[in-house]
Protein backbone atom coordinates (compact mmCIF):
# COMPACT_ATOMS: atom_id res chain seq x y z
CA UNK A 1 0.00 0.00 0.00
CA UNK A 2 1.07 3.57 -0.60
CA UNK A 3 2.03 5.91 2.40
CA UNK A 4 0.83 9.73 2.22
CA UNK A 5 2.76 12.14 3.53
CA UNK A 6 1.21 12.07 6.80
CA UNK A 7 2.45 8.56 7.15
CA UNK A 8 -1.60 7.11 6.91
CA UNK A 9 -1.45 4.22 4.91
CA UNK A 10 -4.63 2.22 2.76
CA UNK A 11 -7.73 3.45 1.34
CA UNK A 12 -8.95 7.28 2.73
CA UNK A 13 -12.66 8.71 3.07
CA UNK A 14 -13.42 12.46 1.69
CA UNK A 15 -16.31 14.04 3.36
CA UNK A 16 -17.93 17.04 2.13
CA UNK A 17 -20.23 19.24 4.04
CA UNK A 18 -21.69 22.07 1.94
CA UNK A 19 -23.79 24.95 3.25
CA UNK A 20 -25.30 28.21 1.73
CA UNK A 21 -21.83 29.82 2.56
CA UNK A 22 -19.09 27.46 3.01
CA UNK A 23 -17.95 24.23 1.81
CA UNK A 24 -16.03 21.95 4.23
CA UNK A 25 -13.67 19.10 3.61
CA UNK A 26 -11.83 16.74 4.98
CA UNK A 27 -9.82 13.63 4.29
CA UNK A 28 -10.10 10.67 6.88
CA UNK A 29 -9.36 7.25 7.23
CA UNK A 30 -12.35 4.79 7.28
CA UNK A 31 -12.40 4.64 11.48
CA UNK A 32 -13.09 8.03 11.05
CA UNK A 33 -8.99 9.70 12.05
CA UNK A 34 -8.81 13.00 10.25
CA UNK A 35 -5.73 13.46 8.15
CA UNK A 36 -6.70 17.09 6.57
CA UNK A 37 -9.33 19.34 7.01
CA UNK A 38 -10.89 22.73 6.28
CA UNK A 39 -13.07 24.96 4.79
CA UNK A 40 -13.88 27.82 2.09
CA UNK A 41 -16.25 30.51 1.45
CA UNK A 42 -18.52 30.14 -1.69
CA UNK A 43 -21.59 31.68 -2.77
CA UNK A 44 -23.82 28.20 -2.90
CA UNK A 45 -26.82 30.73 -4.05
CA UNK A 46 -25.13 31.93 -7.12
CA UNK A 47 -27.47 31.73 -10.13
CA UNK A 48 -25.09 28.90 -11.31
CA UNK A 49 -24.47 26.68 -8.80
CA UNK A 50 -23.05 24.02 -10.26
CA UNK A 51 -19.69 26.33 -11.70
CA UNK A 52 -19.24 27.56 -8.28
CA UNK A 53 -19.02 24.15 -6.54
CA UNK A 54 -16.85 23.17 -9.88
CA UNK A 55 -14.77 26.45 -9.65
CA UNK A 56 -14.09 25.45 -5.75
CA UNK A 57 -13.14 21.53 -6.53
CA UNK A 58 -10.52 22.70 -9.21
CA UNK A 59 -9.63 26.13 -7.40
CA UNK A 60 -9.43 24.72 -3.53
CA UNK A 61 -10.03 21.37 -3.14
CA UNK A 62 -8.25 19.06 -5.62
CA UNK A 63 -4.61 20.97 -4.90
CA UNK A 64 -5.42 20.81 -1.14
CA UNK A 65 -5.92 17.28 -0.94
CA UNK A 66 -3.47 16.28 -4.09
CA UNK A 67 -1.24 14.21 -1.36
CA UNK A 68 -4.21 11.61 -0.89
CA UNK A 69 -6.27 11.74 -4.05
CA UNK A 70 -5.03 8.04 -5.12
CA UNK A 71 -6.22 6.57 -2.28
CA UNK A 72 -9.55 8.41 -1.80
CA UNK A 73 -11.90 5.12 -2.38
CA UNK A 74 -15.18 6.87 -1.75
CA UNK A 75 -16.88 10.23 -0.99
CA UNK A 76 -19.14 10.89 1.66
CA UNK A 77 -21.42 14.23 1.75
CA UNK A 78 -23.90 15.68 4.58
CA UNK A 79 -27.07 15.84 3.33
CA UNK A 80 -29.34 18.14 5.67
CA UNK A 81 -32.84 16.78 4.72
CA UNK A 82 -33.71 13.60 3.39
CA UNK A 83 -37.62 13.35 3.83
CA UNK A 84 -39.14 10.16 4.55
CA UNK A 85 -37.36 8.26 2.13
CA UNK A 86 -33.52 8.30 3.34
CA UNK A 87 -33.26 7.04 6.59
CA UNK A 88 -29.77 5.57 6.22
CA UNK A 89 -26.81 6.10 4.42
CA UNK A 90 -27.04 6.44 0.60
CA UNK A 91 -25.23 5.54 -2.16
CA UNK A 92 -25.60 8.45 -4.76
CA UNK A 93 -27.26 6.80 -8.04
CA UNK A 94 -28.73 9.10 -10.70
CA UNK A 95 -32.07 8.07 -9.64
CA UNK A 96 -31.04 9.16 -5.79
CA UNK A 97 -29.59 12.48 -7.37
CA UNK A 98 -33.04 13.18 -9.17
CA UNK A 99 -34.74 12.13 -5.87
CA UNK A 100 -32.43 14.80 -3.98
CA UNK A 101 -33.77 17.55 -6.33
CA UNK A 102 -37.04 16.99 -5.55
CA UNK A 103 -36.39 17.48 -1.73
CA UNK A 104 -34.49 20.80 -2.17
CA UNK A 105 -37.83 22.62 -1.66
CA UNK A 106 -37.38 21.35 1.85
CA UNK A 107 -34.45 22.44 2.53
CA UNK A 108 -33.01 25.27 0.05
CA UNK A 109 -29.86 26.79 1.88
CA UNK A 110 -28.53 23.54 2.72
CA UNK A 111 -29.63 20.54 0.18
CA UNK A 112 -29.10 22.49 -2.86
CA UNK A 113 -26.02 23.47 -2.28
CA UNK A 114 -24.94 19.46 -1.16
CA UNK A 115 -26.56 18.82 -4.66
CA UNK A 116 -24.51 21.12 -6.30
CA UNK A 117 -21.14 19.52 -5.13
CA UNK A 118 -22.33 16.01 -5.46
CA UNK A 119 -22.72 17.12 -9.04
CA UNK A 120 -19.28 18.42 -9.61
CA UNK A 121 -17.62 15.32 -7.87
CA UNK A 122 -19.58 13.14 -10.55
CA UNK A 123 -17.82 15.40 -13.18
CA UNK A 124 -14.30 15.40 -11.78
CA UNK A 125 -14.22 11.81 -11.13
CA UNK A 126 -17.36 9.34 -12.31
CA UNK A 127 -15.49 6.38 -11.29
CA UNK A 128 -15.70 7.32 -7.45
CA UNK A 129 -18.47 6.01 -5.35
CA UNK A 130 -20.55 8.86 -3.24
CA UNK A 131 -22.61 8.34 -0.34
CA UNK A 132 -25.06 10.72 1.03
CA UNK A 133 -25.73 10.82 5.30
CA UNK A 134 -28.53 12.38 6.25
CA UNK A 135 -29.10 14.51 9.06
CA UNK A 136 -32.60 14.14 9.21
CA UNK A 137 -31.95 10.41 9.37
CA UNK A 138 -31.21 9.59 13.30
CA UNK A 139 -34.70 11.32 13.72
CA UNK A 140 -36.53 8.15 11.87
CA UNK A 141 -36.81 6.72 15.33
CA UNK A 142 -39.26 9.94 16.52
CA UNK A 143 -42.68 8.42 17.67
CA UNK A 144 -45.64 9.38 16.09
CA UNK A 145 -46.58 11.61 19.43
CA UNK A 146 -43.48 13.51 18.70
CA UNK A 147 -43.61 13.85 14.74
CA UNK A 148 -46.92 15.08 14.35
CA UNK A 149 -48.03 18.42 13.71
CA UNK A 150 -52.23 19.21 15.03
CA UNK A 151 -52.57 20.17 11.26
CA UNK A 152 -55.58 18.46 9.08
CA UNK A 153 -55.42 15.27 7.55
CA UNK A 154 -54.73 16.15 3.75
CA UNK A 155 -51.56 18.41 5.65
CA UNK A 156 -50.21 15.78 7.01
CA UNK A 157 -50.82 13.09 4.18
CA UNK A 158 -48.24 15.71 2.01
CA UNK A 159 -45.66 14.50 4.37
CA UNK A 160 -45.78 17.66 6.76
CA UNK A 161 -44.56 16.54 9.94
CA UNK A 162 -41.30 17.34 12.32
CA UNK A 163 -38.56 15.66 10.58
CA UNK A 164 -35.53 17.22 12.98
CA UNK A 165 -32.01 17.99 12.29
CA UNK A 166 -28.29 17.92 13.29
CA UNK A 167 -28.92 14.05 13.45
CA UNK A 168 -25.51 13.61 12.29
CA UNK A 169 -24.34 15.61 15.54
CA UNK A 170 -26.55 14.32 18.17
CA UNK A 171 -25.85 10.83 16.75
CA UNK A 172 -22.21 11.27 17.13
CA UNK A 173 -22.74 12.82 20.65
CA UNK A 174 -25.05 9.41 21.44
CA UNK A 175 -22.10 7.68 20.99
CA UNK A 176 -19.61 9.10 23.00
CA UNK A 177 -22.20 10.47 25.94
CA UNK A 178 -23.58 6.64 26.26
CA UNK A 179 -26.45 6.72 29.46
CA UNK A 180 -29.71 6.02 29.36
CA UNK A 181 -31.45 9.70 29.33
CA UNK A 182 -29.46 11.98 27.38
CA UNK A 183 -30.19 15.44 25.92
CA UNK A 184 -27.78 16.82 23.12
CA UNK A 185 -27.84 20.51 22.72
CA UNK A 186 -26.27 21.41 19.56
CA UNK A 187 -25.57 25.19 19.80
CA UNK A 188 -24.01 27.02 16.92
CA UNK A 189 -25.12 29.11 13.88
CA UNK A 190 -28.15 26.50 14.22
CA UNK A 191 -29.57 25.36 17.39
CA UNK A 192 -30.91 22.31 18.20
CA UNK A 193 -32.00 19.65 21.15
CA UNK A 194 -32.50 15.80 21.09
CA UNK A 195 -34.03 14.05 24.05
CA UNK A 196 -32.20 10.86 23.40
CA UNK A 197 -33.48 7.47 24.91
CA UNK A 198 -31.07 4.35 24.49
CA UNK A 199 -29.10 5.76 22.01
CA UNK A 200 -32.81 6.43 19.89
CA UNK A 201 -33.63 10.13 19.21
CA UNK A 202 -37.06 10.11 21.07
CA UNK A 203 -38.03 14.18 20.51
CA UNK A 204 -36.01 17.46 19.02
CA UNK A 205 -36.62 20.92 18.79
CA UNK A 206 -36.54 21.78 15.09
CA UNK A 207 -39.60 20.40 12.81
CA UNK A 208 -40.27 20.68 9.15
CA UNK A 209 -37.36 23.51 8.73
CA UNK A 210 -34.59 23.82 10.30
CA UNK A 211 -36.36 26.86 10.98
CA UNK A 212 -38.21 25.75 14.30
CA UNK A 213 -37.36 25.62 17.99
CA UNK A 214 -34.48 28.08 19.57
CA UNK A 215 -32.97 30.90 18.73
CA UNK A 216 -30.49 31.13 16.52
CA UNK A 217 -27.51 33.23 14.93
CA UNK A 218 -30.16 34.79 12.22
CA UNK A 219 -33.03 32.34 12.18
CA UNK A 220 -36.01 33.54 14.85
CA UNK A 221 -36.67 29.55 15.86
CA UNK A 222 -40.45 29.62 16.81
CA UNK A 223 -42.82 32.43 16.80
CA UNK A 224 -46.28 32.03 16.54
CA UNK A 225 -48.00 31.17 13.38
CA UNK A 226 -50.86 33.87 14.13
CA UNK A 227 -47.74 36.64 13.40
CA UNK A 228 -46.98 34.90 10.46
CA UNK A 229 -50.57 35.47 9.18
CA UNK A 230 -50.65 39.09 10.77
CA UNK A 231 -47.30 40.02 8.42
CA UNK A 232 -49.12 38.56 5.25
CA UNK A 233 -51.82 40.55 5.96
CA UNK A 234 -50.08 43.50 5.63
CA UNK A 235 -48.58 43.08 2.30
CA UNK A 236 -45.40 41.03 3.51
CA UNK A 237 -44.41 39.11 0.50
CA UNK A 238 -43.59 35.53 1.36
CA UNK A 239 -40.20 35.58 0.08
CA UNK A 240 -39.23 39.00 2.25
CA UNK A 241 -40.60 36.34 5.29
CA UNK A 242 -38.14 33.65 4.35
CA UNK A 243 -35.52 35.65 3.80
CA UNK A 244 -35.91 37.83 7.20
CA UNK A 245 -37.08 34.88 9.43
CA UNK A 246 -33.72 33.18 8.26
CA UNK A 247 -31.09 35.35 7.70
CA UNK A 248 -32.28 38.51 9.18
CA UNK A 249 -33.56 37.08 13.11
CA UNK A 250 -32.44 35.62 15.91
CA UNK A 251 -29.41 36.84 17.80
CA UNK A 252 -28.96 39.34 14.83
CA UNK A 253 -32.26 40.92 15.45
CA UNK A 254 -32.11 40.80 19.35
CA UNK A 255 -29.10 42.45 19.50
CA UNK A 256 -30.48 45.54 17.13
CA UNK A 257 -28.48 44.37 14.40
CA UNK A 258 -24.95 44.02 16.17
CA UNK A 259 -23.86 40.73 15.70
CA UNK A 260 -24.81 37.01 15.20
CA UNK A 261 -22.20 35.66 17.09
CA UNK A 262 -22.34 34.90 20.76
CA UNK A 263 -18.75 35.41 21.19
CA UNK A 264 -19.03 39.23 19.92
CA UNK A 265 -22.09 39.66 21.86
CA UNK A 266 -20.79 38.40 25.43
CA UNK A 267 -17.66 41.26 25.17
CA UNK A 268 -20.44 43.65 24.25
CA UNK A 269 -22.60 42.93 27.34
CA UNK A 270 -19.68 42.39 29.48
CA UNK A 271 -19.29 46.71 27.95
CA UNK A 272 -23.08 47.39 29.11
CA UNK A 273 -24.57 46.85 25.76
CA UNK A 274 -28.43 46.67 26.69
CA UNK A 275 -29.49 44.74 23.39
CA UNK A 276 -26.52 42.36 23.60
CA UNK A 277 -27.76 41.83 27.29
CA UNK A 278 -31.21 41.09 26.12
CA UNK A 279 -29.91 39.01 22.94
CA UNK A 280 -28.45 36.33 25.55
CA UNK A 281 -31.12 36.81 27.60
CA UNK A 282 -33.66 35.67 25.54
CA UNK A 283 -31.35 32.89 23.98
CA UNK A 284 -30.73 31.18 27.35
CA UNK A 285 -34.49 31.82 28.42
CA UNK A 286 -35.70 29.52 25.45
CA UNK A 287 -32.88 27.33 25.68
CA UNK A 288 -33.62 26.31 29.51
CA UNK A 289 -37.22 26.10 28.51
CA UNK A 290 -36.73 23.23 25.74
CA UNK A 291 -33.98 21.54 28.10
CA UNK A 292 -37.07 21.30 30.27
CA UNK A 293 -39.37 20.19 27.75
CA UNK A 294 -37.13 17.50 26.63
CA UNK A 295 -36.09 16.24 30.26
CA UNK A 296 -39.77 16.32 30.82
CA UNK A 297 -40.34 14.10 27.46
CA UNK A 298 -37.53 11.82 28.72
CA UNK A 299 -38.92 11.26 32.26
CA UNK A 300 -35.55 12.73 33.56
CA UNK A 301 -32.00 13.04 32.32
CA UNK A 302 -28.57 11.10 33.41
CA UNK A 303 -26.54 13.67 31.01
CA UNK A 304 -26.80 17.13 29.47
CA UNK A 305 -24.64 17.21 26.22
CA UNK A 306 -23.11 20.45 24.97
CA UNK A 307 -21.73 20.58 21.58
CA UNK A 308 -21.51 23.18 18.60
CA UNK A 309 -19.55 26.25 18.68
CA UNK A 310 -21.78 27.93 21.54
CA UNK A 311 -22.49 24.73 23.61
CA UNK A 312 -18.23 23.55 23.32
CA UNK A 313 -16.48 27.38 24.00
CA UNK A 314 -19.44 29.46 25.41
CA UNK A 315 -18.29 29.15 29.15
CA UNK A 316 -20.28 31.45 31.08
CA UNK A 317 -23.62 29.55 29.10
CA UNK A 318 -21.82 26.38 31.05
CA UNK A 319 -21.95 27.76 34.49
CA UNK A 320 -25.71 29.10 33.98
CA UNK A 321 -27.06 26.28 32.81
CA UNK A 322 -25.31 24.62 35.98
CA UNK A 323 -26.81 27.25 38.28
CA UNK A 324 -30.23 27.39 36.68
CA UNK A 325 -30.65 23.01 36.21
CA UNK A 326 -29.88 22.59 39.91
CA UNK A 327 -33.70 21.35 40.15
CA UNK A 328 -33.00 18.52 37.63
CA UNK A 329 -32.21 15.34 39.44
CA UNK A 330 -28.88 14.83 39.47
CA UNK A 331 -27.24 14.62 36.15
CA UNK A 332 -23.76 15.05 34.51
CA UNK A 333 -23.10 18.56 31.88
CA UNK A 334 -20.55 17.66 29.88
CA UNK A 335 -19.15 19.13 26.78
CA UNK A 336 -18.37 17.19 23.20
CA UNK A 337 -16.63 18.67 20.61
CA UNK A 338 -18.94 18.12 17.18
CA UNK A 339 -17.81 15.73 14.46
CA UNK A 340 -20.10 14.88 12.11
CA UNK A 341 -17.51 14.13 9.12
CA UNK A 342 -16.28 11.55 11.51
CA UNK A 343 -19.23 9.93 11.77
CA UNK A 344 -19.85 10.14 8.20
CA UNK A 345 -16.59 8.51 7.40
CA UNK A 346 -17.32 5.73 9.69
CA UNK A 347 -21.46 5.18 7.83
CA UNK A 348 -19.61 5.81 4.73
CA UNK A 349 -17.14 3.00 5.13
CA UNK A 350 -19.45 0.51 6.78
CA UNK A 351 -21.55 0.69 3.83
CA UNK A 352 -18.71 0.46 1.58
CA UNK A 353 -16.80 -2.02 3.08
CA UNK A 354 -16.23 -4.32 0.18
CA UNK A 355 -14.25 -0.73 -0.89
CA UNK A 356 -12.05 -0.64 1.80
CA UNK A 357 -10.54 -4.46 1.96
Not at 328 to 344: F, K, Q, S
Request: charged share 15%; aromatic share 6%; with cysteine.
Amino acid sequence: MSVTASGAAGPLLLVLNAGSSSLKAKVLTAEGKSLWGDQTSWQAGAPEPCDSADTVLRKWLLPAITPWVNQLVLVGHRVVHGGMRFIVPTRITPQVRATLRELIPLAPLHNAPALAVIEAVCRWRSDLPQWACFDTAFHHTLPAHAFTYAIPAAWREQGLRRYGFHGLNHQHVSEVVVVPRLISCHLGAGCSLCAIAEGRSFATTMGFTPMEGLVMATRSGSVDPGLLLHLLRQGVSIEQLDRELNHASGLLALSDGLSASMKDLREAADSGHIAARAAIAVFRHQLLQAIGAMAASLGGVDAIALTGGIGEHDHVLRQELVDNLAWLPPHRLVVVPADEEGLIARQCAAEGADLLS
